[in-house]
């Protein structure tokens, strides 16, 4: 018998799509951040992510409006993956005894404040009984199809960039754990690069979010396709408050960037020749697409580059 454990979260996934077909009308199914579904002029995009508590959040320290809001960032962060646009979404929940009105209300407060921000609607749901808080979102969004971004669009000889910086929401996670007052805001409230997306979309090859760390999402890119990768470590953006609260609890800034998740920044290739025509984004060039191996270099050093958020195994 093999355990979920030894197959891992993204070896399941693998798993079941090989028994699942495309239908009609699917341009993109199982493997990318967002599925995609032809339209006349748009695309339509789907997706969903289930958060439960004591994995995705901490009811002991987040609030039940920091949590409505970062089960609905999570979700725009997918479409923004893709290069478009939230519009409708469907918010349906697992709810435990100790779950009253009160919490409710502010739990829907989060989520109604960044639907308002991103420019989306709640449009339903469903609402059952469970041992665990467990909030499970679809978002249903729109992109222009010269727009689209997918996984499978990296090329060799692109660079490989990223938005903002890495590590901030596990270096919230881990202070919050150790008990330690710090950089938490990112964590417990954190945002994502909607409008970012928009932008790059017009310009870049592949793109995907950082949900699971940067080593998984570049893993995920090559993967999708068919490419290898290099990863300068000494490029990877951190800022000094992510610094500072390693230093603080004796932990690797660079494991948090890397393997953390949960960051909501873009990674995307470009051809070096392009990169020029990127303008009001702000994004560190952190590697470069090869045509084979993935690989962490650390100044003479090469690893194989490794790493990233499993539930499974983590």
Aim: proline share 2%; net charge negative; aromatic share 8%.
């Amino acid at each position: 018998m093999t355990s979920l454990r030894e197959l891992g979260e993204f070896g399941l996934i693998d798993r079941l799509a090989s028994k699942i077909g495309s239908g009609k009308d699917v341009v993109k199914g199982i493997g990318d951040d967002c599925a995609v579904l032809d339209g006349e002029d748009l695309y339509t995009l789907v997706t969903t992510d289930m958060l439960v508590s004591g994995d995705h959040f901490n009811r002991r320290w987040q609030t039940p409006k920091q949590i409505g809001w970062k089960s609905m960032v999570a979700n725009v962060s997918d479409v923004a993956a893709m290069g478009g646009y939230p519009v409708w979404a469907l918010v349906s929940m697992a709810l435990p005894d100790d779950v009253d009105l009160e919490y409710m209300d502010s739990l829907y407060e989060g989520m109604i404040a960044a639907s308002e921000k991103y420019g989306l609607t709640i449009i339903g749901g469903d609402t059952t009984h469970g041992d665990l808080l467990v909030i499970n979102i679809v978002i249903i969004g729109k992109v222009e199809k010269e727009n689209l971004c997918l996984r499978g669009d990296a090329r060799v000889g692109d660079l490989i960039c990223v938005t903002g910086d890495l590590g901030k929401s596990w270096a919230g996670l881990d202070l919050l754990r150790a008990g330690v007052q710090g950089y938490t805001e990112y964590h417990l409230e954190p945002s994502c690069r909607l409008d970012e997306g928009r932008q790059l979309a017009k310009h870049v090859g592949a793109m995907i979010d950082v949900s699971d760390g940067l080593a998984s999402e570049v893993l995920h890119i090559c993967e999708q396709s068919g490419v290898g990768a290099e990863v300068h470590k000494d490029k990877i953006p951190i800022s000094t408050r992510t610094r500072e609260a390693a230093e603080k609890i004796g932990k690797d800034p660079y494991f948090w960037a890397l393997s953390g998740g949960e960051d909501f920044e873009l990674v995307f290739t470009v051809p070096g020749s392009e990169i020029d025509m990127i303008k009001d984004v702000s994004y560190t060039v952190v590697g470069r697409i090869i045509d084979d191996g993935r690989y962490l270099v650390d100044g003479d050093e090469r690893s194989e580059l490794s790493g990233g958020y499993d539930h499974f195994r983590t």
